[in-house]
């Protein structure tokens, strides 16, 4: 018998990070709409916490690679963007 195949998956942190985001905006859309017990509430809002924190270290990464990429000897000194400064 054959077995099935499943196509690898990126697991990049930007695609953790993407997945993780689409996967709270619909756990928050199916909160909002009012329809879960407070049981399944209850249970999604610690999903909806483990979400949040997985995306905030994923945009904590990324920050620390941009700094990186910017000024590899002094990545503290990095500055944000500023479109202004360039005009």
Do not use: I, W
């Amino acid at each position: 018998m054959a077995r099935k195949t499943t196509p690898p998956q990126d697991t990049s942190p930007v695609a953790d990070f993407e997945q993780s985001m689409q996967s709270l905006e619909d756990l928050v859309a199916r909160m909002e709409s009012g329809e879960m017990t407070l049981e399944e509430s209850l249970a999604a809002y610690e999903r909806g916490v483990g979400l949040y924190r997985s995306c905030q270290s994923a945009l904590e990464q990324a920050e620390l690679r941009v700094r990186l990429l910017s000024d590899p000897a002094n990545p503290d000194d990095a500055r944000p963007f500023d479109a202004s400064e360039d005009a």
